[in-house]
């Protein structure tokens, strides 16, 4: 059976490698690659991803998981041999559920749905869309009957990106988190907005960078296993776990660029500290969407808004951007950086406002997958939703219905992760402080490695070989619970505005 | 058989995509890659390049190309059809003849070679390379045995690099080229150096890039499909017509960085221009080593050290560096950049001596692969001939017999290909010359469209559909030949030193 454990790795280090090499093509794709290149491109990541899928559902490796049934079974729960065939079973049994014609199917549909959106939001027309989101529909429809679904349909697009959660409870972690949010987000609307004019005029893009890399290295970038590129729509992806790529976008005219990095810092810390011991198998990534995002979020949230980080930074900003912050108090910069404030862009949006833009994109798939919402009806549901959470009429379908790129090939289940991400943040965070004491008394004093170890320690190094549900449990005590993100945020709110509000 | 021919297409596609997402990889690696990523990226890339040997050696496809011979014969010999057939068939019969385990052994041991290349260099000590030397030169005889040599064994490894070429006809043009460099070298060492110091100095990267990025779009690198990337060691590949990388090494004190992007411009043309629709196919590269490198030095020497060429470029290398050629005339920096003089490293050499580096290395690989020469006396064999052609005793192996990655892994057959570029580079010359009339009148008016689309009509949109043989007779009317290129060099000379040489 050892045998057999050994033909297993190898097998899963082929399709790891397909995959990465995959992963490599797509990020020189959104960084490097001369435009020209496109075409050629997409069809060298369609062979690969052709090959990966062809090596994950090969019958011999579906041979080799029964026969290791026993092996499995040998070995504690938590070993590394249990985890990887454990694992290994789950991918493949998801894997050959699906056919290769209907995979094909849906990226070359998504693909033109993809381009359709580009078209759609140049010429503000949502009808240029529509026939493609009724396809991708259709075929996502398709796609959720391979498994077979026992219970909500919308559990089956979840588990691609929340592996075993259901949507029972999404929807009970989102009533909670409406509840709170709303009335929160009446009484700020009642006050004089918090002015963030300081974080308006010329950040040079070269001063941006500098700055960026000082604090990325600070928190544990090093060189020998990180880069950090330019792209349009920033993401951070990783070879290996001694390989990391992070990517931004500087703007002249705003600090995004900035945040996007201490966002994509948390996705690169987490693939960089899984244990070297899973290199080349399936257990080396995270281990969950909305896991992942719990990182990023912490770095870009608790930690990047934090004053306690800005006691530490912020000198090292002002030297950077004299003539923008030289006369600026630090609480005045801290007091901008979190500007509660409805804004039709999603991605702009602040920490009370951004769970609301990703719940009514919740409610508004289940609809959609259930039908009981017609797609010619979404534009107007979208901005009835808008109204009704954020107070907002966009003007216009680029700034309602077709500002997400998700939907254009109508990939669902993903948006939820977001909101769960914070949520989920704030558990760790909570556990963390109990272990280490108060973290601002770190990062006022520049010390980020007692939290990034303890992530290592009790999230990252584990990477895929437990099940999210089961990661928080071992980590927290408790499953995913909006409770602690409702009372940091009203926490902050307390410090930000006063009695006013919580 | 259209349908199989339907089909050899789609296979043929798939091995490209993979070879080609094989060379992002190492384009990535060499250009980006953090240092820590090598170990990952060794695996991922020695997978794909299984995958690519399982997809080439397929007996299915041996199949269809047996299948297809009526086919092929149908249709007229330099149709996309059976040319396509043709290749392939040629590429699956030499590679079906080396067994996977050979293979994946070669790659290990050449490894093992490489880093003991790079220990040998940091200690001066050949006696660490030596055991490599003994194992890899081992395994290249077993590689040449799998293609049981009629003939001369160095046939089988030349024709990995020069398709169709023999042994004897290197051996008869490098006589040929000998019997004329020796004596000019003799003259011209008799002779007052060329002044040269002009190139010494200090020039800002920048500035070389800058400058570089002038010549290179003059020439033809259009944004869209090319770009232009640091590295150690510069090299140029592609990974499509419309995806071209050329890479540099900027040194502060020279201006080598400078001539390798016009070297790595020829070879980024070639690729280029292929036939678009040889597009996934085995057809869409060059067509061989010498024909590759025939553009390379045709880019740098007969263009790029060509005085019309720098009556147009040289303001404006004058303007990038004011310090060092505002005072320099024209010709006086023509002379340096063409000085003729013996030096130890081969990358180095100028137009005169750089063919007696090549004959003495193809003369030692004959010799090792023969036995006639035992690899402990390679050092001894190497500086010998190093003093009879250069008239040269290298200090130490680092400058001798160690100054070449290509022993490495006894890569064997490739440096010939290097001189004989320069063969063909002027014989390609002489005809584009009849064509189009006196090329130097176009340069110095800064017009290279003429050379570069008589390049694409005759040589390069062709790719790999005829052997090197067959195009060199379709556009010269004339089997390889050393005539042409001494003619020039003759000329050449002439000009730089008058009677007294050529």
């Known amino acids: 059976l050892s045998d057999q454990f050994t033909e297993l790795r190898e097998r899963l280090a082929l399709i790891h490698d397909v995959e990465k090499a995959a992963a490599v093509l797509s990020w020189d794709e959104e960084t490097k690659m001369p435009p020209s290149g496109a075409e050629a491109r997409a069809e060298q990541r369609a062979t690969l991803n052709r090959i990966a899928h062809e090596l994950s559902t090969a019958p011999e490796l579906g041979q080799l998981l029964e026969d290791l049934r026993p092996f499995e079974d040998e070995h504690p729960f938590d070993s590394f041999e249990a985890s990887l065939v454990r694992v290994a079973r789950r991918d493949y049994e998801k894997a050959v559920r699906v056919p290769p014609s209907l995979r094909a199917e849906m990226t070359r549909s998504g693909s033109l749905g993809y381009q359709a959106w580009l078209r759609a939001r140049e010429q503000e027309d949502y009808g240029i869309m529509l026939p493609h ?18 219970g909500d349909p919308y559990d089956i697009v979840l588990d691609d990106y929340e592996p075993g959660m259901k949507t029972a409870e999404v929807v009970e972690i989102f009533d909670a988190l409406k509840a709170a949010l709303l009335p929160w987000l009446g009484s700020v609307s009642d006050l004089e907005p918090i002015d963030d004019s300081c974080l308006t005029g010329r950040f040079p893009r070269d001063a941006q960078r500098r700055f960026s890399q000082f604090v990325l290295e600070r ?18 992806t990783s070879f290996a776990p001694t390989d990391i790529r992070l990517t931004t976008n500087f703007h002249e005219d705003s600090l995004h660029g900035i945040l996007s990095c201490l966002h994509e810092f948390g996705h690169g810390i987490y693939e960089r500290q899984v244990d070297p011991a899973y290199a080349r198998t399936p257990l080396a990534q995270g281990v969950s969407s909305a896991f992942h995002e719990s990182q990023s979020r912490m770095w870009e949230n608790l930690v990047g808004r934090n004053i306690a980080t800005w006691r530490f930074f912020y000198p090292r900003l002002q030297e950077e951007f004299p003539e923008q912050f030289g006369d600026i108090q630090l609480e005045t910069f801290h007091r901008a950086l979190n500007k509660v404030h409805p804004s039709f862009r999603r991605v702009d949006a602040d920490e009370v406002t951004y769970c609301l833009h990703i719940i009514l994109r919740f409610e508004l798939e289940r609809q959609m997958l259930s039908g009981a919402l017609a797609l010619k009806d979404l534009p107007e549901a979208f901005n009835a939703k808008m109204a009704e959470y954020l107070g907002l009429n966009p003007p ?42 108060e973290l601002d008394e770190h990062f006022e004093r520049g010390e980020f490695e007692p939290l990034r170890e303890w992530l290592r320690e009790n999230v990252h190094r584990h990477g895929r070989a437990f099940t999210p549900q089961e990661l928080l449990k071992r980590v927290t005590g408790s499953a995913m619970d909006p409770a602690p993100y409702l009372r940091y945020l009203e926490r902050k709110l307390g410090e930000l505005f006063g009695a006013a509000v919580a």
Do not use: I
């Open 133 to 150: 989101l009724e396809r991708n529909l259709e075929l996502r429809r398709q796609y959720v009957a391979c498994f077979e679904p026992a």
């Open 219 to 236: 928190w544990g970038m090093d060189r020998a296993a990180w880069r950090l590129d330019k792209t349009v729509h920033p993401f951070a």
């Open 396 to 437: 216009d379908v680029v700034a309602g219905v077709l500002q997400d790129v998700h939907w254009s090939d109508m990939t669902m289940g993903y948006f939820p992760t977001y909101a769960l991400g914070n949520v989920v943040s704030v558990q760790l965070w909570e556990k963390a402080e109990a272990e280490l004491g």
